[in-house]
């Protein structure tokens, strides 16, 4: 029989550091962070250094891995290489106010354009008052204002001499003019005395009022037609005051910006817009200045400002922008809005820039998950890659839930390189559901999980560690801390011949370790402190597990770990609580009868059983079939069940134990309870690895040293499962001791021998198993069975006959 028990050397990698002599981590150098990541960093720099389209990034990998850290840094380095993008500002469009103008400017110059207006209109409203104040201004509109009054008294007084030669004088009245009859004194003749008068002298005086007021009345409708020309005479006094005021500083504002046309051709509609609305720029207290109407605008100088989206004046490289909350408005900009008079109003002063804006000509960095799980930003970023352009609208009017007039800002064009974080599921999840996504996100950086444990890995990783100490600011570690933090990286990914890339992981451990050495007052990290911040996670996490443990030992659960029993094994499992995972062993028993060869998995029949845990129950079913019923009917039938089990069981980890319980139940040979097994197990009787090993060797480890270790107690595991053990030191020194044992088997008949102390016997030449072995005692049962069975049938016939 092959010696499977594991020797205890092989159940713990120890760390060593062969030529790399060190007392802490102040004497190792620092290191790229981004360890054991070739294949990862490698796409990312080919996605970001291609600028074809769609060659967008999306980096794969779990939570905690360093990702974001790893891409902020690569595309950190690339972006000091990129030219400083140009900046983009929204400017008042005067023709149609509701869509703003964009304006492209190099990096600090729309910084600069923004002062410039800002100091033209500080300048405008001190000339512009100033023009308007002067006394030329003033006597030329007094000119007019009085050339206007004396048209109007000149020809008054025409009509007034007339009215004279005819003994009528014109009268101004609250409500008008009037004409009255006078006598030769000059005297106003009262209504008794125009009684007294002849008919036809009384007619006379009527017809010559009537004929006076008939002149009148033309006159007086030539006033407004006067005082309308003698207002554009004013506008055209004020337009010339205007521009002398304003040209030769918009002048001097345009020979700046001469290579810039489209800023020429906005100054140019300012200018025009400024001297229509001369107004804005004279004081409250100035109304008292000839037609020239009040702003009724708050702050009428908005007009003229400049919202600057993004400045880059004080970049030295291209953008990288992580966005944290990826939503609709923080991509793609939003409008504020102010209350005014009950209503709500917004202008191009109050467009705010999004994620895209600030990213422009640079990198935007994402998490994919954070992403989808915002209403529409997900889609509307599609549109936008796909565009090339930043289009500010807001959710409501893109959704068409509003029809009310809003802004609708000229598009920007963008050139930006996206980075998606996520983790594989979700990557191959928009692969398979979105046909646009590997149309936008051709490059995919996948990360490792795990790198490989050599020595120039092992260095490296020390100086990992002391990278981190630092950036961190903890205290140095010892060589022995750093060990230890080697070895439990190699538990983390539950490999002995691998390290954990999972940056967050080491890095919690490290501050744990930190602040345990602040509590013992060391100066340096020691070994126990890293142990003690290892303990002390555990604790934190493992009430479940102690409870159930507990059950155990109080027989609520029943484990036996002493004695011999057919039909009953220990399986082992694992479950999974967040980050901590531990070992729980099983109870798994099987009954077996006379029957058509079907073996029923009792925990599929009740719907607690996955579909991969009914693929090894049917695997196992095929390997009996194939060993014992060659030649001749099948004519068992079993069923198969975790005991004392209330949950969901998925897996095919305990195939290997469910195989052993079947057959120790067909021949009734019974099965040591002092060891649990775990392993799958294929068709051909080959017991294949599975995960958790030592989780499941632990868990049993502690029910056993529960109730009292005997020496005897130990646990089956896959051979191939050998290279993934990193057990605690407590288990190891059980088995170094001889009072745990650990055995490797290969195949089915290797743990069968081990669970029934007998040989499991092979074929011989005549193709039978020797009677006294396990196999032997199986093929003895199934073959009674078949002879029953063949007795039923012959006698049924027999009857039918």
Request: glycine content about 6%; proline content about 4%; overall charge negative.
């Amino acid at each position: 029989m092959k010696n499977t028990l594991l020797d205890p050397e092989s159940l713990y990698k120890t760390c060593r550091f062969d030529g790399l002599e060190f007392e802490t981590t102040d004497q190792l150098e620092d290191i790229d962070i981004i360890m054991g990541q070739d294949r990862a960093v490698e796409s990312i720099r080919f996605g970001i250094r291609l600028a074809g389209r769609g060659y967008n990034i999306f980096a794969l990998a779990p939570s905690g891995t360093g990702k974001l850290t790893a891409v902020r840094e690569l595309v950190g380095v690339e972006a000091e290489r990129q030219p400083i993008p140009t900046e983009w500002c929204y400017v008042n469009n005067f023709t149609q106010p509701s869509r703003p103008r964009a304006l492209e400017f190099p990096p600090g110059r729309g910084k600069r354009f923004k002062e410039d207006m800002a100091q033209l209109v500080e300048e405008l409203s001190i000339a512009i008052p100033a023009a308007f104040n002067g006394d030329e201004y003033r006597a030329r509109t007094e000119e007019l204002e009085e050339e206007a009054k004396q048209r109007e008294f000149q020809e008054l007084n025409k009509l007034r001499e007339e009215a004279a030669k005819e003994h009528v004088i014109l009268i101004e009245t609250p409500t008008g003019y009037a004409f009255a009859p006078v006598d030769d004194n000059n005297e106003v003749i009262n209504a008794d005395q125009f009684k007294k008068m002849s008919e036809q002298e009384q007619l006379k005086i009527q017809e010559v009022i009537a004929n006076l007021q008939q002149k009148l009345q033309k006159l007086l409708k030539k006033f407004p037609v006067w005082r309308k020309e003698a207002k554009h005479k004013l506008k055209a006094l004020n337009r010339e005051v205007a521009e002398l005021a304003v040209n030769h500083l918009i002048e001097e504002l345009k020979n700046k910006y001469l290579d810039y046309p489209a800023v020429l051709h906005y100054l140019e509609e300012a200018q025009k817009y400024i001297i229509e609305h001369v107004r804005d720029f004279i004081p409250h207290r100035e109304a008292a200045l000839p037609f020239l109407e009040m702003p009724v605008e708050p702050n009428p100088f908005r007009h003229y400002q400049v919202n600057l989206l993004v400045d880059h004046s004080e970049k030295q490289a291209a953008p990288v922008v992580y966005e944290d909350h990826p939503n609709y408005a923080n991509l793609l900009g939003r409008f504020d809005y102010q209350a005014h008079m009950g209503s709500l109003w917004t202008d191009f002063t109050m467009i705010k820039p999004g994620a895209l804006h600030k990213a422009n000509g640079g990198y935007l960095i994402l998490d994919a998950r954070k992403l989808l799980l915002q209403p529409y930003a997900w889609e509307s970023l599609k549109r936008i890659l796909q565009s090339s352009e930043i289009r500010i609208e807001s959710l409501e009017r893109s959704l068409s839930l509003i029809s009310t007039t809003s802004l609708e800002p000229e598009q920007i064009p963008l050139d930006v390189k996206i980075i998606l974080l996520g983790d594989r599921m979700l990557y191959y999840l928009l692969s398979y559901y979105d046909p646009e996504f590997q149309d936008l996100f051709k490059v995919a950086a996948d990360f490792d999980e795990s790198v490989p444990r050599d020595d120039s890995a092992v260095m490296d990783y020390a100086r990992f560690l002391a990278t981190i100490v630092r950036k961190e600011k903890l205290h140095p570690m010892t060589q022995q801390a750093v060990a230890r933090v080697i070895e439990h990286s190699s538990r983390l990914v539950g490999d002995s011949e691998k390290l954990s890339t999972h940056l967050r992981s080491i890095s919690d451990l490290l501050v744990e370790a930190n602040y345990w050495a602040e509590t013992n007052k060391h100066a340096n990290i020691l070994l126990s402190d890293v142990q003690q911040a290892i303990d002390h996670k555990i604790f934190r996490s493992d009430r479940i597990r102690e409870k159930l443990y507990e059950n155990i030992h109080r027989g609520i659960v029943m484990i036996d770990t002493q004695g011999k029993v057919a039909g009953q094994i220990n399986g082992l499992s694992v479950l999974q609580l967040g980050e901590f995972s531990f070992g729980q062993p099983s109870r798994i028993t099987a009954t077996t009868r006379l029957g058509n060869g079907k073996i029923v998995d009792i925990e599929r029949e009740t719907e607690l059983g996955g579909a991969i845990h009914s693929k090894g129950v049917m695997i196992l079913s095929s390997f009996i079939a194939a060993r014992y019923a060659r030649q001749t009917p099948f004519s068992m039938m079993a069923s198969l069940v975790f005991e004392q089990s209330y949950g969901h069981i998925d897996g095919d980890s305990a195939s290997l134990a469910e195989l052993c319980v079947i057959l120790s139940s067909v021949s009734q040979v019974p099965l040591c309870q002092n060891l649990a097994v775990t392993g799958s197990v294929n068709q051909l009787g080959q017991v294949q690895p599975i995960g958790g090993v030592n989780e499941k060797i632990e868990g049993f480890f502690d029910i056993c040293n529960k109730k009292g270790l005997t020496g005897e107690q130990g646990v089956i595991i896959p051979e191939s499962n050998v290279k993934h053990l990193m057990l605690r030191q407590d288990v190891v020194h059980a088995a170094r001791e001889g009072r745990f044992h650990i055995h490797a088997v290969a195949t089915v008949d290797q743990a069968l021998q081990l669970l029934t102390q007998m040989q499991a016997g092979e074929r011989n030449a005549q193709g039978e198993f020797p009677k006294d072995s396990f196999n032997g005692r199986v093929d003895a049962q199934l073959a009674h069975f078949t002879t029953i069975k063949q007795k039923f049938l012959k006698n049924e016939q027999h009857k039918q006959d």
